[in-house]
Nanobody, 125 residues
Framework: VQLQASGGGLVQPGGSLRLSCAASGFALAYTTIGWFRQAPGKEREWVSGMRRNDGRTYYADSVKGRFTISKDNAKNTVYLQMNSLKPEDTAVYYC???????????????????WGLGTQVTVSS
């Protein structure tokens, strides 16, 4: 069972990146998915999530309207499209998956069963 995040990099403010998170050993289609990020010296924070049952998506206020989470079940991969990036978006981004996550727990790190290793996103001019 593994989650592999990729797609990070260095981008200028206002730019875009698309992160990918490929799963192996289990089907993402049957899990709730979360994207988190952790900046230096800060706690890991929830960014976005997609609910297992109906695919409904949720976003932190700080990224709403700029980030979009999506999923390709055939490729067993989840994506995070990030537009209009700001320096404060700089962080290591993690994808996570959990089979039994209730909506009220979606933002909780401890609710997730599997984590990817993370990919660095740096927004700087």
């Amino acid at each position: 069972v593994q989650l592999q995040a990729s797609g990070g990099g260095l981008v200028q403010p206002g730019g875009s990146l698309r992160l990918s998170c490929a799963a192996s050993g289990f089907a993402l289609a049957y899990t709730t998915i979360g994207w988190f990020r952790q900046a230096p010296g800060k706690e890991r924070e929830w960014v976005s999530g997609m609910r297992r049952n109906d695919g409904r998506t949720y976003y932190a206020d700080s990224v709403k309207g700029r980030f979009t989470i999506s999923k390709d079940n055939a490729k067993n991969t989840v994506y995070l499209q990030m537009n209009s990036l700001k320096p404060e978006d700089t962080a290591v981004y993690y994808c996570a998956s959990g089979a039994r996550i209730i909506l009220s727990a979606m933002k909780s790190v401890s609710a997730y069963d599997y984590w990817g290793l993370g990919t660095q996103v740096t927004v700087s001019s």
